[in-house]
């Protein structure tokens, strides 16, 4: 029969919202209890997520908590008329250029008259009258022009690149870029966009940590006719998992569609309490930094669904809801630490079983999988050994269990 080790926390269930967080009652000995026997009680365990402190070297305008609210509007839409009709500004906005464009200067402008952060995707020149022009001279061009704005910004660096290029090519222009952008605009932040089916460190395309302050995933919930919407939360998860140790995350794009060419219907109101519970969810992920929402028309066309929020007054109003915490952040941080604690998301969950929290403290795996790797990876996080003896904090607050002085 297989068995789950646990360590039982039993506190009093309080907000640790609160000023004075719950006060831990006792740490009693370890316990066997089989799931098997779990199961079958009538009132069946109920599973936690768990965090714990660790310690990470913040990224370029990482916030210390929260997540920054974004926006990837279609060319031409007014960041202000955006703003307006989402009920609250937005601490970043996303535009799309061609290497070897003019600088989209009037948008600049407006995002600095917004107090937004400027957020620049950079494709591969498509212009034939540059062919004889080296890819590195355009690059280095455009750093100067960027950094004599001498302005925090991000640059998406060639983000569907992956398709058309290989892994050694891609990952070398990468890293030049990165290094001329940091002679020549310091203040730009450089953003991986990882392909979906391979978004860990490993994928071949990846430049290396060295070479990359973000880290981003799109997440783009279609709509099938059959199996309604993509789940991308556990796509999400999985990327994660994968880079919080290491990096901060975006969600770039993220989108919900409310019509398709499917089966050209609108379901708005499924699109508009997708929203809600996507943007709940990623609350959870504390490395999560920045969501860029794609009210997007051109994204639209490339895909069979609509994604714009904009158009319809049910979708604005859900998206106003799903953004109104605290959590959600308004306005860039410049943060100057060196290093700071932050809460880190376990691969394991807790239970609360008969008003005692468990923490697990060995698990057994089967036959591994990705998954599972990934399990063996942060096995660490919570060991018997390595509380024994250690005073545990504990809070519990909206499903999840924030643990604190762990190793």
């Known amino acids: 029969m297989k068995k789950i080790f646990l360590l039982p926390l039993l506190f009093i269930l309080t907000s640790c919202m609160t000023e004075n967080p719950p006060q831990i009652i006792g740490i009693p000995r370890s316990v ?17 997520t768990i965090f714990y402190r660790s310690e990470a070297t913040p990224a370029m305008y990482e916030p210390i908590e929260g997540i920054y609210l974004a926006a990837w509007l279609t060319e031409g839409t007014a960041i202000r008329e ?18 070897g464009e003019e600088i989209p200067i009037s948008w600049v402008l407006h995002c600095i008259a917004s107090r937004a952060t400027p957020m620049l995707i950079i494709h591969p020149p ?19 022009r960027l950094g004599s704005f001498n302005l925090p910004m991000f640059i998406v660096f060639y983000p569907d690149e992956t398709h058309t290029r290989m892994p050694t090519e891609y990952t070398l222009l990468f890293r030049q870029a990165r290094n001329a952008f940091h002679a020549h605009a310091p203040m730009a932040a450089f953003v991986w966009v990882a392909p979906s089916h391979t ?17 981003a995933l799109p997440l783009l919930a279609c709509w099938d006719t059959e199996r309604g919407f993509t789940d991308v939360l556990t796509n999400f998860e999985t990327f994660y998992h994968s880079f919080h140790q290491h990096k901060p995350l975006m969600a770039l794009p993220l989108g919900v569609s409310h019509f398709t060419r499917g089966d050209y219907r609108y379901r708005v109101r499924q699109a508009s309490e997708e929203i809600e519970r996507i943007y709940d969810a990623l609350q959870n992920f504390p490395r999560l930094g920045l969501i860029a929402y794609a009210d997007n028309f051109t994204l639209n066309r490339m895909y069979r669904d609509d ?3 904009s158009t319809e007054p049910q979708l604005i109003a859900a998206y106003n809801i799903a953004t109104t915490s605290d959590h959600f952040l308004q306005t860039l941080e410049r943060s100057t630490l060196s290093e700071n604690l932050r809460w880190t998301r376990s691969v394991h969950h807790g239970y609360v079983w008969e008003e005692i929290i468990y923490i697990p403290t060995a698990l057994e795996l089967s036959t591994p999988t990705s998954r599972q790797t990934i399990e063996i990876n942060y096995s660490t996080v919570i060991d018997s050994r390595r509380i024994s003896g250690k005073k545990i904090t504990a809070c519990f607050h909206r499903h999840v269990i924030y643990v604190d002085n762990l190793p």
Do not use: C
């Open 82 to 99: 955006f703003e307006y009709a989402a009920g609250k500004r937005h601490a970043v906005f996303v535009h799309e250029m061609d290497l």
């Open 307 to 309: 994604f714009s929020i």
């Open 199 to 215: 978004a860990t460190p490993s994928n071949p395309f990846y430049p290396g940590h060295f070479a990359v302050d973000w880290v």
């Open 126 to 144: 498509t212009n034939p009258d540059l062919d004889d022009i080296p890819e590195m001279e355009l690059l280095i061009h455009l750093a100067h």
């Open 32 to 48: 066997t209890v089989s799931e098997t026997v779990i199961k079958a009680q009538e009132n069946a365990p109920q599973p936690f």
